[in-house]
């Protein structure tokens, strides 16, 4: 197999230029390459390839790629399009919940995300969403969704539907 190259960057102390509020380093790793872009007009950022990890406090993120906005703290992560779909997948975890998704967006100083094309365990059933969001006290806001206790969450035999749902005080699979 390929070596993995981690990389852990300390929390910038709060008189940062940045001004970043985070108070956990940021540790990623990635199976590929790293590119680390200097732009004074958009930001400075860093992208991740292939089989990309980035971890902060309870957080972790998987996927194929995964571009770290550093002047905004915002983790934004994608996979790659295959003859059979979707490879690297993005995967988001934090304590007991977690999503995947087809793009994924998250923000570690706000502790909010954003999620297309989601999917989540939950309780004894399933969610699928065309856009889901998520704020810091883990209430989920879903557009374009469903739930269902049916296994095949992709072609469910039956199913609730929602233009838009909240989810509020839920302890996650």
Same mark, same amino acid.
């Given at each position: 197999g390929a070596d993995t190259t981690e990389i852990e960057l300390p929390a910038p102390p709060p008189s940062s230029a940045t001004g970043s509020g985070l108070e956990q380093p940021v540790q990623f790793s990635s199976q590929d390459s790293l590119v680390i872009f200097f732009d004074e007009q958009r930001g400075d950022s860093s992208t991740l390839f292939g089989n990309a990890r980035v971890q902060y406090d309870d957080a972790t993120l998987t996927a194929h790629q995964i571009a770290i906005l550093q002047e905004i703290d915002e983790l934004r992560a994608q996979g790659t399009p295959s003859d059979t779909g979707l490879v690297g997948r993005p995967e988001f975890q934090? #304590? @007991?919940?977690? /999503?995947?998704?087809? $793009? &994924? @967006? /998250?923000? &570690? $100083?706000?502790? $909010? #995300?954003?999620?297309? #094309?989601a999917q989540t365990a939950m309780d004894e059933g399933y969610i699928r969403a065309d856009v889901v969001k998520i704020t810091e006290d883990s209430t989920i806001y879903a557009q374009g969704g469903l739930y269902t206790t049916c296994e095949c969450i992709e072609d469910p035999s039956y199913s609730l539907h929602a233009n838009r749902m909240k989810i509020v005080d839920q302890e996650w699979v």
């Open positions: 934090q #304590g @007991a919940e977690g /999503f995947s998704g087809d $793009r &994924l @967006a /998250f923000n &570690l $100083r706000t502790e $909010r #995300g954003r999620v297309v #094309g």
